[in-house]
């Protein structure tokens, strides 16, 4: 077996007032991977490819993964170009036996509104039809009938906070390899749930959703069950929920069980709306004395969602409020990150922090603050199910003001562990407060020390109560924007 695999993966907010440009994508190449063949960050599903290909006896060729933080649309020429690069690749290694393709699911560049069905349409035009192509998607997608025909089976995460990114490669894997030695011939349907939202898996009833997906899978013919989530800061045509079925040659039972899971999704419309609290409530109820350690994610500030992450909402708030033993990151401020760096650890200066992209974003702070900690190239843990995976948050800074520990960063990117923190010498458990940058990635890490979770819903650029979301291009005529879109 000939096997090819490829990515560019990017979640585009078409409200963000930054735009994706080819700067902004971390692009590795064969000649990029480390000495045993792996890929660093999030390139765990390319590794585990590799491996089963390698195990197998198959030759496996690895053309390149672009990802990109999320942020705004994509400039045409530079996905046009990753694009092109990826498509070339795949021509120069025909002919290909399966097509393993790690997207995402909602990356909008300038005249595409759909990068992943543009992708998987091309690369079927190349491979003809007897190939087998595999795609992985995050939950956070939007799926097209398009992509479903023209691929052999896609697999999407199905927790949030994403702990089985591996796992759901596996079971990509699992299929496309049967379907090519003739095992097993997937066949799949799309059910469109009529909604737009953001579910949190560790909650119930989501929890018990997820948990019958999988179990289902273990009935006789039933291959893969996955609920894509949709994005809904995505202002394209397709922005939605949907769900999807994989079965064994047997399109009938596909239908069937994405009809059954899709409407079951809808009946626990109302029970899944986020519970995102103001601001101003948010911090009462975290500081409130039996509140213990209270950890509140800033969601509408999460760079995971497109956001610039340099808001100064909260810690303005903070600080008015006289609020010490608190600790808040990460601030996205390269500028301020400099100037510290420059002043050196133990220095004591005036510095302006914050509020660099526009309203979204607050105003810039004028501190006084004290440098507390410098680490140049700084890694947190995200937590997997296999294990952690370290990921870069550039160079980092930890401010001491008045009471509030502030971690700021030269790499744009969301909070995913305690690390952040600990990394400094801040002992998280010490806090009564901590205020993370994220929207719910921050869970896994976070869960095991909190006495309390809040999800806050301030300003900023991926507000998370949705009939607030400016769309002007979004088919609306879906829940909660209508309670009942089926009636």
């Not at 060729?61 to 092109?84: C, H, I, K, N, W």
């Not at 906070?161 to 496309?176: G, K, Q, S």
């Not at 700021?408 to 458990?429: A, T």
């Amino acid at each position: 077996m000939r096997v090819f695999a490829g990515g560019i993966a990017t979640e585009t907010n078409t409200f963000s007032p930054m735009p994706t440009g080819m700067a902004d994508f971390q692009v590795v190449r064969t000649a990029d991977l480390n000495e045993n063949g792996d890929l660093g960050g999030f390139g765990g599903p390319f590794n585990l490819f590799r491996r089963r290909c390698q195990e197998r006896g198959w030759d496996y060729t690895f053309s390149l993964y672009a990802f990109a933080q999320p942020a705004g649309t994509t400039v045409r020429a530079v996905y046009e170009s990753l694009r092109d690069e990826l498509l070339a690749a795949l021509e120069t290694a025909m002919p290909v036996d399966i097509v393993l393709l790690p997207l995402h699911g909602a990356m909008v560049a300038e005249g595409y509104d759909d990068c992943e069905t543009d992708i998987v349409t091309r690369v079927r035009e190349i491979v003809g039809p007897q190939a087998k192509i595999g795609v992985e998607l995050d939950l956070h997608c939007d799926l097209t009938q398009e992509t479903i025909d023209a691929a052999d089976a896609v697999v999407i995460f199905k927790e949030y906070p994403h702990v089985d990114i591996n796992e759901r490669a596996e079971e990509l894997f699992t299929i496309i390899a049967d379907a090519a030695e003739g095992k097993t011939k997937p066949t799949m349907a799309l059910y469109d749930c009529r909604m737009i939202g953001l579910y949190l898996t560790p909650y119930e009833p989501m929890r018990s959703f997820v948990d019958a997906m999988i179990a289902r899978e273990k009935a006789p013919g039933v291959l893969s069950l996955s609920l894509a989530h949709s994005f809904p800061w995505a202002d394209v045509p397709t922005c939605g929920a949907y769900m999807l079925a994989v079965t064994d040659d047997d399109p009938a039972l596909a239908a069937d069980l994405a009809r059954e899971f899709g409407g079951q999704f809808f009946a626990i419309r109302h029970e899944t709306d986020p519970p995102s609290l103001p601001l101003d409530e948010a911090l009462d109820v975290a500081l409130a004395p039996e509140s213990g350690l209270a950890v509140v994610a800033d969601q509408s500030d999460n760079a995971g969602g497109g956001a610039p992450s340099d808001s100064t909402f909260v810690l303005r708030a903070l600080l008015e409020r006289g609020v010490t033993d608190a600790a808040i990151g990460m601030i996205w401020d390269p500028v301020a990150v400099g100037v510290a760096m420059s002043a050196g650890e133990g220095a004591t200066l005036d510095l302006r922090l914050g509020g660099k992209m526009g309203p979204m974003s607050g105003d810039p702070l004028d501190l006084r603050v004290t440098v507390s900690g410098i680490i140049p190239d700084m890694k947190q843990q995200w937590t997997q199910s296999e294990g952690p995976v370290a990921v870069d948050c550039g160079n980092a800074v930890a401010l001491h003001c008045q009471g509030v520990d502030i971690i700021v960063n030269s790499r744009r990117g969301q909070v995913f562990s305690p690390s952040v923190f600990s990394n400094f010498g801040i002992d998280p458990r010490s806090k009564c407060l901590l205020v993370v940058k994220s929207t719910q990635h921050f869970y896994a890490g976070f869960a095991p020390i909190a006495d309390e979770i809040i999800y806050m819903a301030g300003p900023g650029a991926i507000p998370p109560i949705f009939t607030q979301i400016p769309y002007q291009r979004a088919d609306l005529r879906k829940y909660p924007f209508i309670d009942d879109p089926f009636a």
